[in-house]
Nanobody, 122 residues
Framework: QVQLVENGGGLVQAGGSLRLSCATSERIFRRYVMGWFRQAPGKEREFVAAINWSGDSTYYADSVKGRFTISRDTAKNTLYLQMNNLKPEDTAVYYC???????????????WGQGTQVTVSP
């Protein structure tokens, strides 16, 4: 069974920063596109960012572009999402995803983490 384990969520004030991490197996991490999604209460899950296996291709949702950075550490098989200048509207459960074949918001991700809560206070 594929596991993606997220860490790093929490409560932060607007303008603050958080870094999410997602650890998974080498088989998943080194072969597929990885990404982050989020789901706010009462809303559908939405794409946040994605990165290819080598780390040289990324894609961001317009709402986070310039504030969030997706990256990956191949030695640790770990995906990261650095979130700066956080806003209350960034409050959501953030999900790590893997197993996609291309970088983009419409890619099919086959593997999902359990989610980690990010709450941004005004």
């Amino acid at each position: 069974q594929v596991q993606l384990v997220e860490n790093g969520g929490g409560l932060v004030q607007a303008g603050g920063s958080l870094r999410l991490s997602c650890a998974t197996s080498e088989r998943i991490f080194r072969r597929y596109v990885m990404g982050w999604f989020r789901q706010a209460p009462g809303k559908e899950r939405e794409f946040v960012a994605a990165i290819n296996w080598s780390g040289d291709s990324t894609y961001y949702a317009d709402s986070v572009k310039g504030r969030f950075t997706i990256s990956r550490d191949t030695a640790k098989n770990t995906l990261y999402l650095q979130m700066n200048n956080l806003k209350p509207e960034d409050t959501a459960v953030y999900y790590c995803a893997g197993g996609a074949e291309w970088v983009g918001p419409d890619a099919m991700f086959r593997y999902w983490g359990q989610g980690t809560q990010v709450t941004v206070s005004p």
